[in-house]
């Protein structure tokens, strides 16, 4: 009797160790590694290491609506491309849309954003047009779309035979820093950046505007997670800008 007695036991247990197994198999998340870099406001890593911003806001609010578990993989700009070209992560946030970079990654087909290019100088420098770039070091972010792209400042001030110096460097802080240490003649960084933090650096706006984008998501290319990251960003990309109340318009 107590043989059979602790074989129904053991059974139970056996039984309950396979039911809760399985069932945290089924309510485990998707993994999905997210590439992050410093480009506050709309992304960027805070003091206490937590991944912040609109594009962290969006792809959180996603990944609870997919059942993702999300983990972040922070570094340069620079290194979150090549993370994503060689598939060590799955999306790679804040990616402007171009001929070349589609070559490279696949995007969502919803735009998450659109920005541009801007240029500030040092306070004791006077420049009012892309002429006074002549000779200039122009601070730039590495990789960036507003340095290299097809309309980015390099190919812009050599369309027009002009010819200046380039430092380039991690992340938009950097560009600002160079220019408030009066390291570098003039710098590019994205409207959103500007104006977010301007006031926190000794330096000044011009009136020069270029290389309007559209910001989405980027994903390895061809990688076979993309049949289900694709449309789930998309589909709830589109339905959170459908809506005036939801996390999109409040990030914004």
């Known amino acids: 009797m107590k043989t059979r007695f602790f074989f129904f036991v053991g059974l139970i247990c056996l039984l309950g160790a396979v039911f809760f197994y399985t069932w945290q198999d089924a309510t485990a998340g998707e993994l999905v590694r997210v590439g992050v ?11 206490d290491g937590t991944i912040k911003g609109f594009w962290a806001n969006i792809i959180n609010e996603i990944a609870i ?5 999300l983990e972040y993989v922070y570094g340069s700009w620079d ?13 790679m946030v804040d990616v402007a849309l171009s001929e070349d ?13 659109v920005n541009w290019g801007i240029l500030y ?9 892309i002429n006074d770039l002549e000779g200039k070091n122009i601070a730039v972010m590495k990789s960036g779309i507003h340095y290299i792209g097809p309309w980015g400042i390099k190919n812009m001030l050599e369309s027009f035979q002009i010819k200046a110096n380039y430092t380039d460097v991690s992340d938009y802080d950097d560009v600002f820093e160079l220019l408030d240490a009066g390291k570098a003649d003039a710098g590019v960084v994205n409207r959103i950046f500007g104006i977010a933090n301007e006031a926190d650096y000794n ?8 290389n309007p984008i559209e910001l ?37």
């Open 101 to 113: 970079r589609e070559q490279e990654y696949d995007f969502t087909t919803e735009t998450a954003l």
């Open 121 to 129: 100088t040092r306070p004791d420098l006077e420049i009012e047009s």
């Open 65 to 69: 609506r997919e059942n993702w578990d």
């Open 79 to 91: 290194e979150g491309l090549q993370r994503l070209k060689n598939n060590e992560i799955d999306i």
């Open 203 to 210: 330096v000044v706006k011009t009136n020069i505007v270029f």
């Open 216 to 252: 989405r998501f980027a994903l390895t290319k061809n990688a076979p997670a993309n049949s289900y990251l694709q449309p789930g960003i998309d589909n709830n990309l589109q339905d959170l800008k459908s809506d005036q109340d939801s996390v999109y318009y409040k990030s914004l």
């Open 37 to 47: 870099y410093d480009n506050k406001p709309k992304i960027y890593r805070d003091t």
